[in-house]
């Protein structure tokens, strides 16, 4: 009996409480630096060394370099590179093989589409998926660069 | 009204009488828009979320927005279902609930029909509602159905008896069964009126009423987690529409009720605000009655079957009876 008007006690209360909602597709939400989310690429940085491609546990990755078009550097500049949205599993292990920090994940994680082909992306579209880019992009295990770690 | 129902029944009488009962339903069928969005609005909150808030200010069309969905939606009927029963069953299902408020008094002067048996008449009518959603649960040709609608037959019957046992404490200190006397005879001080010395029939009148209602934690004919939706599962669009339009219809009926038997009608608390009208009095009280029933919805798990019928017929039968007497002795020693 007691527990009854304990109970309608405690809906009464919360009646006025805070709301735990949010008003999502209308406001985004900006997810925790260390989330891992749908990869942003930046070219310039990238040096061709296909350790994302190797790592990758479901090879979504495929990226085909060149010759660098200046003729007195030496190495190969980034052709096409394309991610596979379908399988990717996002696991974060292309951002953490990368030496450059040519490709860092981002707090974005809208990839709905109507049709699969959408989630084939492109060099251009990763490169524009620049917000939310992920600060800290190389804190697990590995020693700090300015404490005069290994990086 | 009372005296045009005095009269001898003209054409233009009827006519009369056949808009008066348009604009009841009119403002019955907002009250049950309303009290959908209001339902939605309290429990939402209750769970900490917002609750409706997208179709129109507020979300204020929300209820409007479902009802027009309903509205144009396929009307099946299961083949190996009763056919005629199948229809019937929505619309017996509806009228009771509409004629019940024809006894229903607002104030003093704004009532519909002044019946000597109102209450009796309330009683006997809504009665008849168990019998088409046992009706509906047995057309539909479906297990689930059967189930919701033998659950509400042993349900309603069981808490019909303390239900009208736990008002005859009220009748017998009112000595008439007409409800605009009834609201009349409470006084103008708020502990005079009929919940305070009749405290046990009042609590047992809420419980039962709240299971006439078979609204949580009595809704076990529904019961959508284990029924599906009881006895209206093979329902659907303006039918479907009808049962729930009944089930609010009776919350309207009951929460009326509870303010005329109980509450004091349209009596203000205290004698000084008598100043405000009446009917301000019945709504405010009527609206605490419909916010009561979604507070304790939003609160109270549903209870088990047997738990049902033992509280219905260990407990407050022999409460209410035990109601009865009490308010006589209590008659024949300190009023007679």
């Known amino acids: ?151 | 009204m009372g005296a045009w129902l005095e009269e001898t029944l003209t054409w233009g009488n009827a006519l009369l009488f056949f808009l008066w009962g348009v604009i009841l339903l009119a403002i019955v069928l907002g009250f049950v828009t309303y009290a959908i969005f209001f339902e939605r609005k309290v429990i939402g909150w209750m769970q900490y979320r917002i609750g409706p808030n997208r179709v129109g200010p507020w979300g204020l069309l929300q209820s409007v927005a479902d009802i027009a969905k309903l509205l144009i939606k396929e009307d099946t009927i299961p083949r190996k279902a009763d056919r005629v029963l199948f229809i019937l069953a929505p619309a017996l299902a509806y009228v009771p609930a509409f004629a019940v408020l024809a006894v229903i008094p607002y104030t003093q002067n704004l009532y519909f029909a002044d019946i000597n048996v109102g209450l009796l008449y309330y009683v006997a009518l809504s009665g008849i509602s168990t019998i088409a959603i046992v009706l509906g649960g047995w057309a539909s040709n479906n297990k689930y159905a059967l189930l919701g609608g033998m659950r509400s037959a042993a349900q309603m019957i069981s808490y019909e008896v303390p239900l009208v046992i736990s008002v005859v404490g009220v009748i017998m200190m009112s000595g008439t069964l007409n409800l605009r006397s009834i609201a009349d005879q409470q006084g103008d001080w708020f502990w005079q009126w009929n919940f305070i010395p009749q405290i046990i029939g009042f609590v047992v009148f809420v419980i039962a009423a709240v299971s006439e209602l078979n609204r949580t934690p009595f809704d076990l004919p529904e019961a959508e987690s284990e029924l599906v939706a009881g006895y209206h599962v093979e329902y659907s669009g303006f039918r479907f529409a009808f049962f729930m339009l009944t089930e609010y219809v009776y919350v309207y009926a009951i929460a009326a009720l509870t303010t005329v038997l109980f509450l004091g009608g349209w009596h203000a608390p205290f004698p000084f605000l008598t100043w405000v009208p009446g009917i301000i009095w019945f709504l405010l009280k009527f609206s605490f009655i419909v916010f009561f029933l979604f507070w304790i919805r939003a609160t109270l798990p549903r209870i088990r079957v047997d738990q049902l019928m033992g509280l219905g017929w260990k407990v407050l039968l022999p409460v209410s009876i035990l109601n009865v007497f009490l308010t006589a002795v209590y008659l024949e020693l300190f009023v007679k």
């Not at chain 1, 546990?57 to 495929?62: L, N």
Request: aromatic share 6%.
């Open chain 1, 1 to 151: 009996m007691k527990g009854l008007f304990k109970g309608l006690g405690v809906t009464l209360k919360s009646l006025t409480d805070k709301k735990v909602t949010t008003s999502y597709p209308d406001v985004p939400i900006t997810m925790p630096d260390r989330y891992r989310g749908i990869q942003h690429f930046e070219p310039d940085k990238c040096i061709v060394c296909n350790q994302c491609a190797r790592i990758c546990p479901t090879e979504c990755i495929t990226l085909v370099g060149k010759a660098n078009p200046d003729p007195e550097k030496k190495g190969k500049v980034i052709d096409t590179y394309d991610i596979n949205f379908e399988i990717c599993i996002l696991c974060d292990l292309c951002t953490e093989v990368c030496p450059t920090e040519a490709i860092v994940m981002t707090g974005n994680f809208e990839l709905a589409s109507y049709s699969r082909d959408e989630l084939f992306k492109d060099l251009k579209w990763l490169d524009e998926n620049n917000r939310n880019v992920r600060q800290d992009n190389n804190n697990i295990g590995a020693p700090n660069a300015a404490k005069g770690g290994a990086k």
